[in-house]
């Protein structure tokens, strides 16, 4: 098997109040293609920040982050804002959905963007989470929940290579954060996606192929 | 003294935190201060200086003499021009050195002339003359001035008239030289007598000739400069306050949440609504002063023209400089802190109003849920309701301020409606094909809420400054047209003697550089128990193919020379809403069994005057009003030969050079003011512009914080900064765009009702409306221009250093 994502030597410090705080150092791993992962850790242990390396949008201070053959902080702001855009896509702990557009195009933007919008799949997706009754509704009009199901229903609809997600589960009841495994599984089975779950939810993490621990600023398999 | 700790660590501290906001609350309200101040100094100048200059004691000449450098002349020099013959009067005026409000004027009651218009009005008819001679004590003034000179214990005997003018008060000239502290001074000379023809004396003394022309319509037209100005001052006030607007409720929003934890902690309502309403008049104040600062600036620098202007107009001695009270500077102070106090006031009701636990809307969520919100609608629909109601009643000029300010309200309310109205069509009625196209749209429709005040100030100032520069261009334009209709002859002559005149009118017909010779008379009558001017005039060829008229009935000229037609000038026409075939009758108060009447057939531009006046044969004329002679020609002459005709007349029929009035000087002192009123109105509005512009950039970077955040989930999903800015960019020009097209007709409304209106109801005529596109698209233009400047500013900064802002808001803290 090909290692789809290989970090290499990656450290990463924050400087907050004049003080540097060391989040990782000297990481290492790599992750197959079209395998499913899942990032546990602490809170506060550097889920998301891995997550936020791993797609372009935070930088390292040392290290190297491939995806494919794409070296990602080894190109400019806009090839890599350009292979995001059409390689990746993430689930944001806090949903991050476009405020001025409402459900449905919400769902649609970021496949249309890249012109591989499927309209059955959507429908899939659409019907799968539960979401036909809100497509009218602008974000700020419907719950924490709801929201993250939009989130979660607009990153699966483009196929992407590498889908990050970010707690995609951390709001939602049993029965949603099944529905939600099973949008994963098909992305995985269906379109031959790799996918990588930062998540505290032993449920979610059990069906994954890889487990992957952050301690002490160091990530271990399980 | 908990106020003070509140006001301390809270109130102040939010500014300290945001120190930009607080520079732009400031420069809000100091541009603002600074326009409005600037043209009421202007005002309260000009007025001063051609209030005192309107008092020509000695001689109805237009001729005075003064020193070259406007220095107040040495009494020496009236002994010097005395002994070479020359007809002189001394005059010494100024404001009471411990009074500025009261002028005193000081007269030689030996050299003053007897023959002048003030001398037989003020001293022959009531026998005041010798009595002032031998007292030297005499201070003529009218009774309220009196009752303010009382309390100063001046040591005068104080004489009641009411032939003088509020606040000025008439002395012997060595009184007033120890009055005002200026003893063996003279302001200036008046003429009692024709000038002697050896002028080299003048300039060995350092002293000129100048014109004055304290004519009535002039006075007029300088006073609807001033109209116009202070209506243009309040407009810009108004454009300014909306940057302050902005910016103070943002404020105002960012601190709910802490207001809240201070009631909880609680403290009063009281003490918090204390507390702010101490920050506002605070910094109002203080922001004020630096605008009462600059506005100073402003109108030294701009009071050379106007004052040049006005000196030209009344031959007044205005210096450039500015006088300035303490009483000024609090008056003009006034302005910005109650302005700020009626801006935050939605904001000041809330705090009194509000509970505990309320839950205050936080801002983001007003941000958002605006798209819904239709309220302002009904508003309108009163606005205009109310508009048309005062449209339908007469005329006033109060009712006229009010419309323009309704105008103003009810286009600022409507300006976002349109701008969501256009939006959304965009949005339901095109789809297009690229997801960012369509959320470009969408996104532009709530971008609306976020600088809707910005552009409001834009459409409003853009508005201002169009219809404004169409006024006076429109004014200008007919006016030198009107002028040149209406001075039909190069040459007009006046004298005071019949003779004189018999023999003008007789014999100067034969002089070869004549070519015709038209009399003209004048007298007062009344109608509807108000004053009226009546002209008699020879409608002959000349008149007919130049008399400037707005509306006429057939045959008009035939009616007037033939029957009992009479024209009307527009003044008349509004006044008592007399119309085309109208029969009306008007009243010699001499002998009241002498009526006249008439129909009218013509309507006439009489700009510049102010009494309303009807035009009619002179046949007609001697019949009903009086038998005297014409005293007046207007006199056509060959060109070029206005010099060799006017020393004619001089020499033969012995009138002053003052009495033989060139036309075309007159012209071009009318087309100067309104140069003058053009060059200063047009460096207010751009001024003004570019408030409004800066109004864009400060809520711009007020806003940034959110608008970066708002953006971030495109940024997330691989849409580069450079992208989005461009997007930003290409956004704010589109509300721009769509927010100049809307301030066009606003403009020309404003100019509308300026022109039809305000002219009517305060002067009496009604400016002819005129379209000027170039000159619009020259200020959409400079506007477009300074607000990509403004906005490309603020965007780029945005976009600069937001990788760390937009991360930010995917963490747990966020
Ligand atoms: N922008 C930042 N500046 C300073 N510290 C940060 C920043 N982002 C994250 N951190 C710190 O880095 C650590 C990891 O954060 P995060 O990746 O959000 O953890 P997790 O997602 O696992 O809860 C935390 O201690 C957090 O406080
Ligand atoms: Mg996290």
């Given at each position: 098997m090909v290692p789809y994502l290989v970090v290499k030597k990656l450290n990463k410090d924050f400087e907050s109040s004049g003080e540097s705080f060391e989040v990782f150092k000297d990481l290492n791993f790599e992750i197959n293609s079209n395998t499913s992962t899942a990032l546990i850790g602490?809170?506060?242990?550097?889920k998301t920040t891995l997550i936020h390396l791993i797609a372009g949008l935070e930088s390292p201070d040392s290290g190297t982050i491939k995806i494919g053959d794409f070296d990602i902080w080894k190109y400019s702001e806009q090839k890599r804002a350009n292979f995001r855009l059409n390689n990746i896509s993430i689930i944001f702990q806090q949903y991050n959905?476009?405020?001025?557009?409402n459900v449905l195009s919400n769902i649609n933007f970021h496949s249309q963007l890249i012109k591989n919008y499927d309209q059955n799949f959507r429908d899939e997706l659409i019907n799968l989470l539960g979401l036909s009754k809100l497509l009218k509704k602008y974000p700020e009009e419907i719950s924490g929940g709801q929201q993250q199901r939009v989130a979660i229903a607009r990153a699966i609809l483009t196929k992407p290579k590498l889908l990050l997600a970010d707690e995609p589960t951390g709001n939602l009841d049993e029965e949603n954060s099944t529905k939600v495994t099973n949008a994963f599984e098909i992305l995985q089975s269906r379109y031959n996606s790799t996918i990588v779950i930062a998540t505290h939810s032993k449920k979610l993490a059990q069906n994954l192929n890889l487990k992957l621990i952050i301690k002490n600023k160091k990530i271990n398999k399980i | 003294m908990r106020l003070f700790d509140i006001l301390i660590m809270c109130n102040f501290k939010h500014w300290f935190r945001k120190p930009l906001q607080l520079f732009f609350l400031f420069l809000g309200i100091s541009l603002a201060t600074t326009l409005w101040s600037s043209i009421q100094l202007i005002n309260t100048q000009a007025k001063k200086s051609y209030e005192s200059a309107t008092l020509l004691i000695s001689s109805n000449q237009n001729k005075i003499i003064k020193s070259v450098n406007n220095e107040l002349i040495a009494f020496g020099s009236f002994a010097k021009l005395r002994r070479n013959k020359w007809p002189v009067t001394p005059i010494l005026e100024g404001g009471l050195p411990n009074n500025d409000q009261i002028k005193i004027i000081g007269v030689d009651p030996f050299t003053l002339s007897k023959n002048s218009n003030f001398y037989k009005s003020f001293f022959e008819k009531k026998d005041r003359y010798q009595e002032f001679l031998i007292n030297n004590r005499l201070a003529f003034a009218s009774p309220e001035t009196i009752n303010k000179i009382l309390k100063l214990n001046l040591n005068l005997e104080l004489v009641k008239t009411d032939s003088l003018v509020k606040n000025l008060v008439l002395v012997d000239i060595s009184i007033a030289e120890n009055l005002l502290n200026k003893s063996g001074r003279i302001t200036r000379f008046e003429l009692t007598d024709r000038i002697p023809k050896d002028r080299k004396i003048l300039t060995e003394i350092g002293l000129e000739i100048i014109k004055t022309k304290s004519s009535d319509d002039l006075k007029q037209l300088t006073r609807s400069f001033h109209l116009n100005l202070t209506a243009f001052g309040f407009l810009g006030f108004i454009v300014g306050l909306f940057i302050v607007y902005s910016t103070l409720n943002l404020s105002f929003e960012q601190r709910k949440s802490a207001f809240t934890t201070l009631r909880l902690m609680g403290i009063s309502i009281k003490t918090l609504f204390l507390s702010t309403l101490l920050e506002i008049i605070l910094l109002s104040s203080i922001s004020g002063l630096v605008g009462v600062f600059f506005g100073h600036i402003l109108a030294s620098f701009l009071l050379p023209d106007v004052a040049s202007t006005i000196g030209n107009i009344y031959g007044a001695n205005i210096k450039d400089q500015l006088v300035f009270s303490v009483t000024e500077i609090i008056i003009a102070l006034l302005m910005p802190i109650f302005g700020a106090i009626l801006i935050s006031t939605s904001f000041l009701i809330q705090i009194y109003k509000s509970e505990p636990l309320s839950n205050y809307l936080p801002f983001l969520k007003i941000y958002f849920n605006y798209y819904k919100n239709f309220t302002s609608i009904p508003i309108i629909f009163i606005l205009v309701i109310l508009s048309v109601i005062i449209l339908l009643s007469p005329k006033e000029l109060f009712l006229s301020f009010m419309l323009i300010a309704i105008l103003i309200l009810s286009s600022s309310l409507l300006l976002p409606l349109f701008l969501r109205l256009i939006l959304s069509l965009i949005n339901n009625s095109i789809k297009f094909k690229n997801p960012l196209i369509t959320w470009f749209f969408r996104d532009t429709f709530k971008q609306i809420r976020r600088i809707s005040l910005s552009l409001n100030a834009l459409m409003l100032s853009i508005a201002v400054t169009i219809g404004v520069d169409n006024m006076v261009k429109s004014f200008e334009e007919t006016f030198s047209i009107w002028l040149d209709k209406r001075l039909i002859t190069e040459m007009y002559v006046r004298t005071n003697s019949e003779t004189v005149a018999k023999k003008i009118s007789m014999e100067t017909?034969?002089?070869?550089?004549?070519i015709d010779i038209y009399p003209i008379i004048e007298t007062e009558s009344y109608f509807d128990n108000s004053k009226i001017s009546v002209v008699g005039f020879k409608p002959k060829k000349i008149y007919i193919d130049n008399w400037p008229i707005v509306h006429k009935s057939v045959d008009m000229w035939k009616k007037i020379q033939k029957f009992n037609g009479i024209i009307i000038n527009e003044q008349f026409h509004y006044k008592f809403g007399t119309n085309i075939g109208d029969e009306i009758q008007t009243t010699d108060l001499l002998n009241n069994n002498n009526k006249l009447k008439s129909v009218v057939v013509g309507i006439y531009p009489d700009y510049g005057n102010s009494i309303p006046q009807i035009m009619i044969s002179l046949e007609r004329f001697k019949d009903y009003y009086s038998n005297s002679f014409p005293n007046n020609f207007a006199v056509d002459v060959k060109k070029g030969s206005f010099n060799n005709v006017s020393e004619y007349i001089q020499n033969k029929y012995d009138i002053l050079e003052t009495d033989i009035i060139n036309q075309k000087t007159i012209k071009e002192f009318s087309k100067n003011v309104f140069e003058k009123t053009f060059t200063v109105t047009r460096s207010l509005s751009d001024a003004m512009i570019i408030i409004a512009t800066l109004t864009l950039l400060t809520s711009l970077v007020s806003l940034s914080e959110i608008r970066v955040i708002n953006l971030s989930p495109l940024w997330a999903l691989g849409i580069t900064r450079g992208s989005l800015l461009k997007i930003e960019f290409a956004q704010f020009l589109l509300l721009i765009l769509i927010t100049l097209f809307f301030a066009i007709p606003v403009g020309l409304l404003i100019c509308f009702l300026l022109t039809n209106y305000l002219n009517i109801s305060a002067f009496g005529w009604k400016l002819p409306f005129q379209y000027y596109p170039a000159m619009w698209g020259k200020t959409l233009f400079v506007s477009l221009i300074c607000c990509i400047i403004s906005i490309a500013l603020p965007t780029f900064l945005m976009f600069k250093n937001s990788t760390s802002l937009m991360v930010k808001r995917y963490k747990n803290e966020c």
């Amino acid at each position: 098997m090909v290692p789809y994502l290989v970090v290499k030597k990656l450290n990463k410090d924050f400087e907050s109040s004049g003080e540097s705080f060391e989040v990782f150092k000297d990481l290492n791993f790599e992750i197959n293609s079209n395998t499913s992962t899942a990032l546990i850790g602490e809170s506060g242990s550097g889920k998301t920040t891995l997550i936020h390396l791993i797609a372009g949008l935070e930088s390292p201070d040392s290290g190297t982050i491939k995806i494919g053959d794409f070296d990602i902080w080894k190109y400019s702001e806009q090839k890599r804002a350009n292979f995001r855009l059409n390689n990746i896509s993430i689930i944001f702990q806090q949903y991050n959905l476009i405020p001025s557009l409402n459900v449905l195009s919400n769902i649609n933007f970021h496949s249309q963007l890249i012109k591989n919008y499927d309209q059955n799949f959507r429908d899939e997706l659409i019907n799968l989470l539960g979401l036909s009754k809100l497509l009218k509704k602008y974000p700020e009009e419907i719950s924490g929940g709801q929201q993250q199901r939009v989130a979660i229903a607009r990153a699966i609809l483009t196929k992407p290579k590498l889908l990050l997600a970010d707690e995609p589960t951390g709001n939602l009841d049993e029965e949603n954060s099944t529905k939600v495994t099973n949008a994963f599984e098909i992305l995985q089975s269906r379109y031959n996606s790799t996918i990588v779950i930062a998540t505290h939810s032993k449920k979610l993490a059990q069906n994954l192929n890889l487990k992957l621990i952050i301690k002490n600023k160091k990530i271990n398999k399980i | 003294m908990r106020l003070f700790d509140i006001l301390i660590m809270c109130n102040f501290k939010h500014w300290f935190r945001k120190p930009l906001q607080l520079f732009f609350l400031f420069l809000g309200i100091s541009l603002a201060t600074t326009l409005w101040s600037s043209i009421q100094l202007i005002n309260t100048q000009a007025k001063k200086s051609y209030e005192s200059a309107t008092l020509l004691i000695s001689s109805n000449q237009n001729k005075i003499i003064k020193s070259v450098n406007n220095e107040l002349i040495a009494f020496g020099s009236f002994a010097k021009l005395r002994r070479n013959k020359w007809p002189v009067t001394p005059i010494l005026e100024g404001g009471l050195p411990n009074n500025d409000q009261i002028k005193i004027i000081g007269v030689d009651p030996f050299t003053l002339s007897k023959n002048s218009n003030f001398y037989k009005s003020f001293f022959e008819k009531k026998d005041r003359y010798q009595e002032f001679l031998i007292n030297n004590r005499l201070a003529f003034a009218s009774p309220e001035t009196i009752n303010k000179i009382l309390k100063l214990n001046l040591n005068l005997e104080l004489v009641k008239t009411d032939s003088l003018v509020k606040n000025l008060v008439l002395v012997d000239i060595s009184i007033a030289e120890n009055l005002l502290n200026k003893s063996g001074r003279i302001t200036r000379f008046e003429l009692t007598d024709r000038i002697p023809k050896d002028r080299k004396i003048l300039t060995e003394i350092g002293l000129e000739i100048i014109k004055t022309k304290s004519s009535d319509d002039l006075k007029q037209l300088t006073r609807s400069f001033h109209l116009n100005l202070t209506a243009f001052g309040f407009l810009g006030f108004i454009v300014g306050l909306f940057i302050v607007y902005s910016t103070l409720n943002l404020s105002f929003e960012q601190r709910k949440s802490a207001f809240t934890t201070l009631r909880l902690m609680g403290i009063s309502i009281k003490t918090l609504f204390l507390s702010t309403l101490l920050e506002i008049i605070l910094l109002s104040s203080i922001s004020g002063l630096v605008g009462v600062f600059f506005g100073h600036i402003l109108a030294s620098f701009l009071l050379p023209d106007v004052a040049s202007t006005i000196g030209n107009i009344y031959g007044a001695n205005i210096k450039d400089q500015l006088v300035f009270s303490v009483t000024e500077i609090i008056i003009a102070l006034l302005m910005p802190i109650f302005g700020a106090i009626l801006i935050s006031t939605s904001f000041l009701i809330q705090i009194y109003k509000s509970e505990p636990l309320s839950n205050y809307l936080p801002f983001l969520k007003i941000y958002f849920n605006y798209y819904k919100n239709f309220t302002s609608i009904p508003i309108i629909f009163i606005l205009v309701i109310l508009s048309v109601i005062i449209l339908l009643s007469p005329k006033e000029l109060f009712l006229s301020f009010m419309l323009i300010a309704i105008l103003i309200l009810s286009s600022s309310l409507l300006l976002p409606l349109f701008l969501r109205l256009i939006l959304s069509l965009i949005n339901n009625s095109i789809k297009f094909k690229n997801p960012l196209i369509t959320w470009f749209f969408r996104d532009t429709f709530k971008q609306i809420r976020r600088i809707s005040l910005s552009l409001n100030a834009l459409m409003l100032s853009i508005a201002v400054t169009i219809g404004v520069d169409n006024m006076v261009k429109s004014f200008e334009e007919t006016f030198s047209i009107w002028l040149d209709k209406r001075l039909i002859t190069e040459m007009y002559v006046r004298t005071n003697s019949e003779t004189v005149a018999k023999k003008i009118s007789m014999e100067t017909e034969k002089e070869e550089n004549i070519i015709d010779i038209y009399p003209i008379i004048e007298t007062e009558s009344y109608f509807d128990n108000s004053k009226i001017s009546v002209v008699g005039f020879k409608p002959k060829k000349i008149y007919i193919d130049n008399w400037p008229i707005v509306h006429k009935s057939v045959d008009m000229w035939k009616k007037i020379q033939k029957f009992n037609g009479i024209i009307i000038n527009e003044q008349f026409h509004y006044k008592f809403g007399t119309n085309i075939g109208d029969e009306i009758q008007t009243t010699d108060l001499l002998n009241n069994n002498n009526k006249l009447k008439s129909v009218v057939v013509g309507i006439y531009p009489d700009y510049g005057n102010s009494i309303p006046q009807i035009m009619i044969s002179l046949e007609r004329f001697k019949d009903y009003y009086s038998n005297s002679f014409p005293n007046n020609f207007a006199v056509d002459v060959k060109k070029g030969s206005f010099n060799n005709v006017s020393e004619y007349i001089q020499n033969k029929y012995d009138i002053l050079e003052t009495d033989i009035i060139n036309q075309k000087t007159i012209k071009e002192f009318s087309k100067n003011v309104f140069e003058k009123t053009f060059t200063v109105t047009r460096s207010l509005s751009d001024a003004m512009i570019i408030i409004a512009t800066l109004t864009l950039l400060t809520s711009l970077v007020s806003l940034s914080e959110i608008r970066v955040i708002n953006l971030s989930p495109l940024w997330a999903l691989g849409i580069t900064r450079g992208s989005l800015l461009k997007i930003e960019f290409a956004q704010f020009l589109l509300l721009i765009l769509i927010t100049l097209f809307f301030a066009i007709p606003v403009g020309l409304l404003i100019c509308f009702l300026l022109t039809n209106y305000l002219n009517i109801s305060a002067f009496g005529w009604k400016l002819p409306f005129q379209y000027y596109p170039a000159m619009w698209g020259k200020t959409l233009f400079v506007s477009l221009i300074c607000c990509i400047i403004s906005i490309a500013l603020p965007t780029f900064l945005m976009f600069k250093n937001s990788t760390s802002l937009m991360v930010k808001r995917y963490k747990n803290e966020c």
